[in-house]
């Protein structure tokens, strides 16, 4: 009953299937597709952690290196401080 609804309908299963891809092709060429492409991407169960977890991936060197240099300057006041109570 399904194979032969199936295969009756197979022609315009795959228009239907042409005409969706096409759709988000022509929506991930705006700014507000782009964006609701992605915001759908990021919502599917194991897409959206794989996603996620790529982009913590690329982000974390950035935000050590900035981790760090903020750990250089708070250093550096402190030790700044200390220097300039000191009386000559």
Same mark, same amino acid.
């Given at each position: 009953?399904?194979?032969?609804?199936?295969?009756?309908?197979?022609?315009?299963?795959?228009?239907?299937?042409?005409?969706?891809?096409?759709?988000?092709?022509?929506?991930?060429?705006?700014?507000?597709?782009?964006?609701? &492409?992605?915001? /759908?991407?990021?919502? #599917?169960?194991?897409?959206?952690?794989?996603? =996620?977890?790529?982009?913590? +991936?690329?982000? @974390?060197?950035?935000? &050590?290196?900035? /981790?760090?240099?903020? #750990?250089?300057?708070?250093?550096?006041?402190? =030790?700044?401080?200390?220097? +300039?109570?000191? @009386?000559?």
């Amino acid at each position: 009953m399904i194979t032969t609804w199936a295969t009756e309908n197979a022609i315009t299963g795959a228009y239907v299937l042409g005409a969706v891809v096409l759709g988000f092709v022509a929506a991930g060429r705006t700014r507000r597709g782009r964006y609701v &492409l992605d915001s /759908l991407k990021t919502r #599917v169960p194991l897409f959206g952690r794989l996603i =996620i977890k790529k982009l913590n +991936a690329a982000l @974390e060197p950035v935000l &050590l290196i900035f /981790l760090g240099l903020m #750990v250089g300057f708070v250093a550096a006041a402190m =030790i700044g401080g200390i220097l +300039a109570s000191y @009386e000559m």
